[in-house]
C-alpha cells in the first residue's frame, strides 16, 4: 500500500483532470490511465492538519481540540496516544510502515527549561532541546519509521528522522529570499529547494530495501508540494507554461514516477495499491502568485472547472 499526498494541489493542475492544464504531469496521467480516476471527492476541511487527521484516524478533525485552521509550530500531537491509526491497524495485521514527508500534526519536545516548546518572534532560537528524542513522534502513532519534515515553512528547519532531528538546528532561519515565513532554528547551511529531492530518494529507498523482506508494506508520503514555498529544482525550472507553481507541480509528478518505479524495480507493482490525492483544492493568497492570479497570467486553472479553493467552504 502507497499512499501519496499532495499539498495544495488543484483539480485542474493535473492533465488526467484538465485537457488544457498547462503542466505537464506525465507520471499522474499515466497512473490514472492505469487505474481508476475519482472524480467526486470530499475533504474533512480545506487546510492541511484536519484532513491529515482525518486519513489517518477515520475521525473528523473537529471531535479533537482543533476547531479551526492547522497546527503551529510547536504544539503537542492532535492524534491522542491510544487513537487507532491506519498505521497501527496495518502494524497488527503485518505490514512494516514508514512516513516520509510532511507530518503537520504535532509533535512533544523536550525542552532546556522544562516549559511549554516555543519559538517565533520573540524567541527566534526557541527553548527547545535537539539533543534530546522527541516524544510522539510519527513512530508512536502507527509508523515504524518516519522521515521529513513537520512543515517547510515552519521551525525547526531540519529533517526529522524518527524522533530525532537530522543534526541540530542551531542558527537563525535564513533570508527572505528562502521563502521562510516563521522565525525559528535552523540547520546551518539548509536549503528548502533540497526537501522534496531528499524526501523522493528516502521513498525510493525505503520501497528498494523493504520490499527485499517480502512482508507487506505501507508507506505513506504526504508531498510538502506544491505547497508553499514553492522552490522547484534547477532542472525543473520552466518546464512548464504556468510558472514556478507550474514547475513545481511537473517535479511533483516526477517523484510520483520515482515512486513507481521503485515499485517496478522492486518487483511489487502488481501487488500494490496505490492511491494519489491532495489535501484540499490549491493556495489563493497572494504567493507566487495564488491559484486566481495564474488565470489572467498562464490561463491556467488550476481549481479546473470547480467553484472554490484552498481555505473555501463550498
Given at each position: ?5 499532495a499539498d495544495d494541489?488543484?483539480?485542474g ?7 488544457d ?9 499515466r497512473?490514472a ?5 475519482f ?29 479551526r ?12 496516544k491510544d ?11 503485518g505490514?512494516?510502515?514508514a512516513c ?7 509533535l512533544n519536545?523536550?525542552t ?17 532541546d535537539?539533543?534530546?528524542?522527541i ?11 518516519y ?13 526529522i528522522?524518527n ?9 537563525r532561519?535564513?533570508t ?15 536549503k528548502?529547494?533540497?526537501?522534496l ?11 528498494e530495501?523493504t ?5 507487506p ?5 504526504p508531498l510538502t508540494?506544491?505547497h508553499f514555498?514553492?522552490?522547484p ?17 511537473f517535479q ?13 524495480r ?6 500494490t495499491l496505490?492511491?494519489f490525492t491532495?489535501d ?12 486566481y ?8 486553472y488550476s ?11 463550498w
Amino acid at each position: 500500500l502507497v499512499f501519496v499526498l499532495a499539498d495544495d494541489l488543484g483539480y485542474g493542475d493535473l492533465g488526467c483532470y484538465n485537457k488544457d492544464s498547462k503542466i505537464p504531469t506525465p507520471n499522474l496521467d499515466r497512473l490514472a490511465a492505469e487505474g481508476m480516476r475519482f472524480t467526486d471527492a470530499h475533504a474533512p476541511t480545506s487546510v492541511c492538519s484536519p484532513t491529515r487527521y482525518a486519513i489517518l484516524t477515520g475521525r473528523y478533525s473537529w471531535r479533537t481540540r482543533l476547531q479551526r485552521g492547522v497546527l503551529g509550530p510547536w504544539n503537542p500531537p492532535l492524534i491522542a496516544k491510544d487513537r487507532l491509526t491506519v498505521g497501527k491497524l496495518l502494524q497488527q495485521h503485518g505490514y512494516t510502515t514508514a512516513c516520509v514527508g510532511k507530518w503537520h500534526l504535532g509533535l512533544n519536545y523536550a525542552t532546556t527549561d522544562g516549559q511549554p516548546p516555543s519559538g517565533g518572534a520573540k524567541n527566534p532560537m526557541s527553548n527547545v532541546d535537539f539533543t534530546k528524542p522527541i516524544a510522539d513522534a510519527p513512530t508512536t502513532r502507527g509508523f515504524d519509521h518516519y522521515f521529513g519534515t513537520i512543515v517547510p515553512n515552519y521551525p525547526p528547519y531540519c529533517f526529522i528522522e524518527n524522533d530525532r532531528t537530522v543534526g541540530i538546528p542551531s542558527v537563525r532561519e535564513g533570508t527572505h529570499e528562502e521563502q521562510f515565513n516563521i522565525p525559528g532554528p535552523m540547520l546551518p547551511g539548509w536549503k528548502l529547494v533540497n526537501i522534496l529531492p531528499e524526501l523522493t530518494r528516502h521513498a525510493v529507498k525505503w520501497i528498494e530495501d523493504t520490499a527485499k523482506t517480502k512482508k507487506p508494506f505501507f508507506l505513506y508520503v504526504p508531498l510538502t508540494s506544491p505547497h508553499f514555498p514553492v522552490v522547484p529544482a534547477p532542472e525543473f525550472v520552466g518546464k512548464s507554461k504556468a510558472g514556478a507553481f507550474g514547475d513545481f507541480v511537473f517535479q511533483t509528478d516526477w517523484t510520483v514516477g520515482q515512486v513507481l518505479d521503485a515499485l517496478q524495480r522492486a518487483g511489487v507493482a502488481e501487488n500494490t495499491l496505490v492511491i494519489f490525492t491532495s489535501d484540499n483544492g490549491p493556495e489563493v493568497v497572494e504567493i507566487n502568485p495564488g491559484a486566481y492570479d495564474r488565470v489572467p497570467l498562464h490561463h491556467h486553472y488550476s481549481m479546473g472547472p470547480l467553484r472554490g479553493a484552498k481555505r473555501d467552504a463550498w
